[in-house]
Protein backbone atom coordinates (compact mmCIF):
# COMPACT_ATOMS: atom_id res chain seq x y z
CA UNK A 1 0.00 0.00 0.00
CA UNK A 2 2.87 2.55 0.85
CA UNK A 3 3.92 2.24 -2.69
CA UNK A 4 0.47 3.74 -4.11
CA UNK A 5 0.84 7.07 -2.07
CA UNK A 6 4.31 7.03 -2.47
CA UNK A 7 4.82 9.57 -5.46
CA UNK A 8 2.83 11.93 -3.28
CA UNK A 9 5.19 11.79 -0.08
CA UNK A 10 8.30 11.83 -1.85
CA UNK A 11 9.17 15.36 -2.09
CA UNK A 12 12.73 14.95 -1.83
CA UNK A 13 12.92 13.44 -5.00
CA UNK A 14 14.08 16.74 -7.20
CA UNK A 15 11.76 16.50 -10.25
CA UNK A 16 8.93 16.29 -7.55
CA UNK A 17 9.86 18.98 -5.80
CA UNK A 18 10.13 20.71 -9.28
CA UNK A 19 6.86 20.04 -10.46
CA UNK A 20 5.67 21.12 -7.06
CA UNK A 21 6.85 24.41 -7.48
CA UNK A 22 5.70 24.81 -10.92
CA UNK A 23 1.84 23.97 -10.01
CA UNK A 24 2.95 26.66 -6.77
CA UNK A 25 3.72 29.24 -9.57
CA UNK A 26 0.95 28.64 -11.94
CA UNK A 27 -1.50 28.29 -8.86
CA UNK A 28 -0.15 31.91 -7.57
CA UNK A 29 -0.67 33.26 -11.77
CA UNK A 30 -4.25 31.88 -11.45
CA UNK A 31 -4.96 34.36 -8.18
CA UNK A 32 -3.24 37.23 -9.61
CA UNK A 33 -5.40 36.97 -12.79
CA UNK A 34 -8.55 36.36 -10.95
CA UNK A 35 -7.88 38.75 -8.73
CA UNK A 36 -6.64 41.98 -10.67
CA UNK A 37 -9.68 40.57 -12.84
CA UNK A 38 -12.53 40.56 -10.33
CA UNK A 39 -11.90 43.48 -8.90
CA UNK A 40 -11.67 45.72 -12.14
CA UNK A 41 -15.20 44.48 -12.33
CA UNK A 42 -18.83 45.31 -11.15
CA UNK A 43 -19.71 43.58 -9.03
CA UNK A 44 -16.83 42.78 -7.91
CA UNK A 45 -15.89 39.36 -6.88
CA UNK A 46 -13.28 36.54 -6.15
CA UNK A 47 -13.83 33.18 -7.12
CA UNK A 48 -14.44 31.12 -3.67
CA UNK A 49 -11.72 28.67 -4.86
CA UNK A 50 -9.14 30.97 -3.25
CA UNK A 51 -10.52 31.00 0.03
CA UNK A 52 -8.77 27.62 0.70
CA UNK A 53 -4.93 28.10 0.68
CA UNK A 54 -3.34 26.89 3.95
CA UNK A 55 -4.49 28.91 6.67
CA UNK A 56 -7.72 28.83 4.91
CA UNK A 57 -8.14 25.63 4.96
CA UNK A 58 -7.24 25.40 8.69
CA UNK A 59 -9.67 28.03 9.38
CA UNK A 60 -12.87 25.94 7.55
CA UNK A 61 -11.48 22.79 9.70
CA UNK A 62 -12.23 25.39 12.86
CA UNK A 63 -15.81 26.52 11.29
CA UNK A 64 -17.02 23.09 10.87
CA UNK A 65 -16.78 22.44 14.60
CA UNK A 66 -19.16 25.41 15.12
CA UNK A 67 -22.05 25.04 17.11
CA UNK A 68 -23.92 27.36 14.42
CA UNK A 69 -22.58 25.36 11.66
CA UNK A 70 -24.89 22.30 11.44
CA UNK A 71 -23.73 20.82 7.92
CA UNK A 72 -20.40 19.02 9.03
CA UNK A 73 -21.82 17.16 12.56
CA UNK A 74 -25.31 16.87 10.61
CA UNK A 75 -23.74 14.46 7.46
CA UNK A 76 -21.40 13.22 9.51
CA UNK A 77 -24.26 11.59 11.90
CA UNK A 78 -26.26 10.79 8.82
CA UNK A 79 -23.74 8.76 7.51
CA UNK A 80 -23.33 6.84 10.62
CA UNK A 81 -27.69 6.44 10.24
CA UNK A 82 -27.72 5.18 6.95
CA UNK A 83 -24.29 3.94 6.01
CA UNK A 84 -25.40 0.41 5.60
CA UNK A 85 -28.78 1.44 3.49
CA UNK A 86 -26.17 3.39 1.32
CA UNK A 87 -24.02 0.30 1.06
CA UNK A 88 -26.91 -1.44 -0.23
CA UNK A 89 -28.31 0.64 -2.53
CA UNK A 90 -24.63 1.40 -4.07
CA UNK A 91 -24.33 -2.30 -4.43
CA UNK A 92 -20.89 -3.90 -4.85
CA UNK A 93 -19.51 -0.73 -4.99
CA UNK A 94 -15.06 -1.43 -5.21
CA UNK A 95 -14.13 1.49 -6.33
CA UNK A 96 -14.97 4.51 -4.48
CA UNK A 97 -14.01 8.08 -6.05
CA UNK A 98 -14.17 11.30 -3.94
CA UNK A 99 -14.41 14.28 -5.33
CA UNK A 100 -12.45 16.99 -3.26
CA UNK A 101 -10.53 14.84 -0.01
CA UNK A 102 -12.63 16.15 2.73
CA UNK A 103 -12.98 15.28 6.47
CA UNK A 104 -11.45 11.55 6.69
CA UNK A 105 -13.94 10.90 9.27
CA UNK A 106 -16.82 11.33 6.96
CA UNK A 107 -14.98 9.44 4.37
CA UNK A 108 -14.15 6.71 6.75
CA UNK A 109 -17.98 6.17 7.88
CA UNK A 110 -18.15 5.20 4.18
CA UNK A 111 -15.45 3.06 4.19
CA UNK A 112 -16.88 0.84 6.90
CA UNK A 113 -20.38 0.37 5.33
CA UNK A 114 -18.65 -0.84 1.46
CA UNK A 115 -17.85 -4.09 1.97
CA UNK A 116 -16.11 -5.05 -1.22
CA UNK A 117 -14.42 -1.82 -1.52
CA UNK A 118 -10.87 -2.58 -2.50
CA UNK A 119 -9.71 0.92 -4.16
CA UNK A 120 -9.95 4.66 -2.81
CA UNK A 121 -9.28 7.16 -5.46
CA UNK A 122 -9.51 10.92 -3.66
CA UNK A 123 -9.19 13.72 -5.91
CA UNK A 124 -8.08 17.32 -4.76
CA UNK A 125 -6.29 20.49 -6.15
CA UNK A 126 -4.48 20.72 -2.52
CA UNK A 127 -1.73 17.64 -2.52
CA UNK A 128 -0.76 18.47 0.80
CA UNK A 129 -4.19 17.93 1.91
CA UNK A 130 -4.22 14.87 -0.47
CA UNK A 131 -1.44 13.24 0.83
CA UNK A 132 -2.39 13.50 4.56
CA UNK A 133 -5.95 12.60 3.57
CA UNK A 134 -4.41 8.90 1.70
CA UNK A 135 -2.13 8.07 4.32
CA UNK A 136 -4.93 8.59 7.08
CA UNK A 137 -7.15 6.39 5.26
CA UNK A 138 -4.46 3.80 3.96
CA UNK A 139 -3.40 3.35 7.95
CA UNK A 140 -6.93 3.62 9.64
CA UNK A 141 -8.47 0.93 6.38
CA UNK A 142 -5.96 -2.39 6.19
CA UNK A 143 -5.94 -3.80 2.45
CA UNK A 144 -7.42 -0.88 0.78
CA UNK A 145 -5.60 0.64 -1.97
CA UNK A 146 -4.94 4.34 -2.22
CA UNK A 147 -4.64 6.13 -5.70
CA UNK A 148 -4.91 9.58 -4.85
CA UNK A 149 -5.36 12.03 -8.01
CA UNK A 150 -3.84 15.72 -7.89
CA UNK A 151 -6.44 17.98 -9.52
CA UNK A 152 -9.82 20.24 -10.08
CA UNK A 153 -12.52 17.93 -10.24
CA UNK A 154 -14.76 20.16 -12.08
CA UNK A 155 -12.41 19.40 -14.84
CA UNK A 156 -10.77 16.49 -14.42
CA UNK A 157 -11.18 14.09 -17.43
CA UNK A 158 -10.11 10.35 -16.78
CA UNK A 159 -9.24 8.62 -14.19
CA UNK A 160 -5.87 7.76 -14.68
CA UNK A 161 -4.55 4.44 -13.39
CA UNK A 162 -7.44 3.57 -11.59
CA UNK A 163 -8.56 -0.11 -12.13
CA UNK A 164 -11.72 -1.39 -13.30
CA UNK A 165 -14.65 -2.10 -11.32
CA UNK A 166 -18.07 -0.68 -10.01
CA UNK A 167 -17.46 2.80 -8.86
CA UNK A 168 -18.74 4.53 -6.20
CA UNK A 169 -18.74 8.58 -6.47
CA UNK A 170 -18.73 10.64 -3.02
CA UNK A 171 -19.12 14.37 -2.92
CA UNK A 172 -19.91 15.45 0.41
CA UNK A 173 -20.14 18.58 2.35
CA UNK A 174 -22.49 20.36 0.37
CA UNK A 175 -19.44 21.55 -1.87
CA UNK A 176 -21.37 21.30 -4.84
CA UNK A 177 -23.51 24.36 -3.25
CA UNK A 178 -20.70 26.53 -4.02
CA UNK A 179 -21.50 26.11 -7.32
CA UNK A 180 -24.57 27.70 -9.37
CA UNK A 181 -27.35 25.37 -10.98
CA UNK A 182 -25.56 25.74 -14.33
CA UNK A 183 -22.57 24.78 -13.10
CA UNK A 184 -23.33 21.85 -10.85
CA UNK A 185 -25.26 20.41 -13.62
CA UNK A 186 -22.02 20.40 -15.32
CA UNK A 187 -20.01 19.04 -12.43
CA UNK A 188 -22.81 16.43 -12.68
CA UNK A 189 -21.84 15.73 -16.43
CA UNK A 190 -18.67 15.33 -16.13
CA UNK A 191 -18.73 12.93 -12.90
CA UNK A 192 -20.82 10.74 -15.41
CA UNK A 193 -18.40 10.52 -17.63
CA UNK A 194 -15.78 10.04 -15.29
CA UNK A 195 -17.22 7.53 -13.74
CA UNK A 196 -19.17 5.44 -16.27
CA UNK A 197 -22.15 3.52 -16.53
CA UNK A 198 -23.64 1.85 -14.04
CA UNK A 199 -21.68 3.70 -11.32
CA UNK A 200 -23.86 5.35 -8.29
CA UNK A 201 -22.54 8.93 -6.77
CA UNK A 202 -23.31 9.87 -3.45
CA UNK A 203 -23.94 13.60 -3.19
CA UNK A 204 -24.22 15.64 0.47
CA UNK A 205 -26.28 19.17 -0.21
CA UNK A 206 -27.57 21.36 2.10
CA UNK A 207 -31.39 22.24 2.34
CA UNK A 208 -33.35 25.59 2.07
CA UNK A 209 -34.36 26.37 5.90
CA UNK A 210 -35.11 29.22 8.29
CA UNK A 211 -32.97 31.79 8.42
CA UNK A 212 -32.67 31.95 12.14
CA UNK A 213 -30.72 28.76 11.48
CA UNK A 214 -29.42 29.57 8.16
CA UNK A 215 -27.41 33.18 8.54
CA UNK A 216 -25.31 32.49 11.86
CA UNK A 217 -24.20 29.38 10.30
CA UNK A 218 -22.55 31.77 7.80
CA UNK A 219 -21.64 34.49 10.68
CA UNK A 220 -20.83 32.87 13.96
CA UNK A 221 -20.59 34.69 17.26
CA UNK A 222 -16.57 34.16 17.47
CA UNK A 223 -16.39 35.59 14.08
CA UNK A 224 -14.39 32.38 12.86
CA UNK A 225 -16.22 32.72 9.34
CA UNK A 226 -15.52 36.00 9.38
CA UNK A 227 -11.73 35.67 9.98
CA UNK A 228 -11.94 33.12 6.88
CA UNK A 229 -13.63 35.42 4.49
CA UNK A 230 -11.20 38.36 5.66
CA UNK A 231 -8.27 35.60 4.65
CA UNK A 232 -8.80 36.14 1.03
CA UNK A 233 -7.79 39.54 1.90
CA UNK A 234 -4.50 38.95 3.64
CA UNK A 235 -3.60 36.11 0.99
CA UNK A 236 -3.54 38.88 -1.89
CA UNK A 237 -1.34 40.57 0.31
CA UNK A 238 0.75 37.63 0.81
CA UNK A 239 1.12 36.56 -2.38
CA UNK A 240 0.36 39.20 -4.57
CA UNK A 241 2.35 42.41 -3.08
CA UNK A 242 -1.14 43.45 -1.84
CA UNK A 243 -2.31 46.13 0.71
CA UNK A 244 -5.64 45.41 1.91
CA UNK A 245 -6.17 46.88 5.62
CA UNK A 246 -8.18 43.49 6.52
CA UNK A 247 -9.86 45.81 9.64
CA UNK A 248 -11.48 48.31 6.98
CA UNK A 249 -13.21 45.54 5.40
CA UNK A 250 -16.29 43.46 7.02
CA UNK A 251 -18.04 39.81 6.08
CA UNK A 252 -21.69 39.92 5.26
CA UNK A 253 -23.46 36.77 4.83
CA UNK A 254 -26.84 37.63 3.05
CA UNK A 255 -30.01 35.12 1.85
CA UNK A 256 -31.28 35.70 -1.86
CA UNK A 257 -34.21 33.99 -1.75
CA UNK A 258 -34.41 34.23 -4.88
CA UNK A 259 -31.27 32.11 -5.96
CA UNK A 260 -32.08 29.94 -3.17
CA UNK A 261 -28.26 30.79 -1.65
CA UNK A 262 -26.22 32.34 0.73
CA UNK A 263 -24.01 34.97 -1.02
CA UNK A 264 -20.99 36.31 1.00
CA UNK A 265 -19.03 39.42 0.68
CA UNK A 266 -16.36 41.43 2.15
CA UNK A 267 -17.80 45.10 2.76
CA UNK A 268 -15.56 48.54 2.41
CA UNK A 269 -16.23 49.69 5.75
CA UNK A 270 -14.49 53.46 4.62
CA UNK A 271 -13.54 54.96 1.29
CA UNK A 272 -10.31 53.80 0.80
CA UNK A 273 -7.49 52.76 -1.67
CA UNK A 274 -5.84 49.14 -2.04
CA UNK A 275 -2.81 48.00 -4.25
CA UNK A 276 -2.41 44.92 -5.79
CA UNK A 277 0.40 44.34 -7.88
CA UNK A 278 1.16 47.41 -8.44
CA UNK A 279 -2.38 48.63 -9.72
CA UNK A 280 -4.41 50.60 -7.76
CA UNK A 281 -8.49 50.10 -6.59
CA UNK A 282 -10.56 52.81 -5.28
CA UNK A 283 -13.48 51.18 -2.64
CA UNK A 284 -16.27 53.65 -1.54
CA UNK A 285 -17.68 52.89 1.62
CA UNK A 286 -20.42 49.99 1.48
CA UNK A 287 -18.78 48.82 -1.75
CA UNK A 288 -18.41 44.91 -1.49
CA UNK A 289 -15.92 41.93 -3.40
CA UNK A 290 -18.81 38.78 -3.81
CA UNK A 291 -16.48 35.97 -2.41
CA UNK A 292 -18.98 32.73 -2.19
CA UNK A 293 -22.25 31.40 -2.84
CA UNK A 294 -23.62 28.60 -1.41
CA UNK A 295 -26.85 27.28 -2.72
CA UNK A 296 -29.40 25.40 -0.71
CA UNK A 297 -31.90 22.93 -2.57
CA UNK A 298 -35.38 21.43 -1.54
CA UNK A 299 -34.92 17.40 -2.28
CA UNK A 300 -36.74 17.22 -5.40
CA UNK A 301 -35.34 20.73 -6.51
CA UNK A 302 -31.85 18.83 -6.52
CA UNK A 303 -33.41 15.88 -8.25
CA UNK A 304 -34.34 17.65 -11.34
CA UNK A 305 -30.83 19.09 -11.53
CA UNK A 306 -29.23 15.94 -10.88
CA UNK A 307 -32.02 13.98 -13.73
CA UNK A 308 -30.91 17.11 -16.19
CA UNK A 309 -26.99 16.11 -16.02
CA UNK A 310 -28.29 12.09 -16.77
CA UNK A 311 -28.00 10.59 -13.32
CA UNK A 312 -31.19 8.79 -11.83
CA UNK A 313 -32.12 9.64 -7.84
CA UNK A 314 -32.28 6.68 -6.04
CA UNK A 315 -32.98 7.16 -2.79
CA UNK A 316 -32.73 10.56 -0.74
CA UNK A 317 -32.14 10.81 2.76
CA UNK A 318 -32.53 13.46 5.39
CA UNK A 319 -31.51 13.71 9.41
CA UNK A 320 -34.74 14.38 11.70
CA UNK A 321 -34.71 17.99 11.95
CA UNK A 322 -34.57 19.01 8.00
CA UNK A 323 -31.24 20.23 8.05
CA UNK A 324 -29.18 18.05 5.53
CA UNK A 325 -29.91 15.63 2.98
CA UNK A 326 -27.86 12.97 1.30
CA UNK A 327 -28.78 11.94 -2.48
CA UNK A 328 -27.55 9.00 -4.20
CA UNK A 329 -27.92 8.68 -7.72
CA UNK A 330 -26.90 6.17 -10.38
CA UNK A 331 -26.31 6.23 -14.05
CA UNK A 332 -28.05 3.56 -16.07
C1 LIG B 1 -17.34 24.19 1.93
C2 LIG B 1 -18.81 25.24 0.39
C3 LIG B 1 -19.64 23.57 1.86
O1 LIG B 1 -20.97 26.59 1.80
O2 LIG B 1 -21.19 25.75 3.77
C4 LIG B 1 -18.82 27.73 5.12
C5 LIG B 1 -18.18 26.93 2.75
N1 LIG B 1 -18.14 29.23 3.75
N2 LIG B 1 -18.82 28.92 5.74
C6 LIG B 1 -20.50 26.05 2.80
C7 LIG B 1 -18.39 27.92 3.85
C8 LIG B 1 -18.41 29.82 4.92
C9 LIG B 1 -19.02 25.70 2.82
N3 LIG B 1 -18.69 24.71 1.75
Known amino acids: MASDISSLLAEDRPSASAAKAARREAEIAAFAEAVLDGLARRPRSIPSRFLYDAVGSTLFEEITKLKEYYPTRTETKMLETFGAEIAELAGDADILVEFGSGSSRKTSLLIDALDALHTYVPIDVSESF ?29 LIGTPRGEKLGFFSGSTI ?19 GRGSTF ?26 FSLNLLARVNRELDGDFDTTKFA ?3 LYNADKGRIEIYLESLTDQKVNV ?7 SKGERIHTENSHKYA ?11 GWRPVEAW ?8 LHLLRLD
Do not use: M, W
Open 202 to 227: LIGVDLKKSLDILIPAYDDADGVTAA
Open 318 to 325: TDNDQLFS
Open 130 to 158: LAEAAKRLAAQHAGLTVKPLVGDFTRTRT
Open 277 to 283: LGRGFTF
Open 251 to 253: HVA
Open 177 to 195: GNLTHEEAKAFLENAAQLL
Open 299 to 309: VPEFQDLASAA
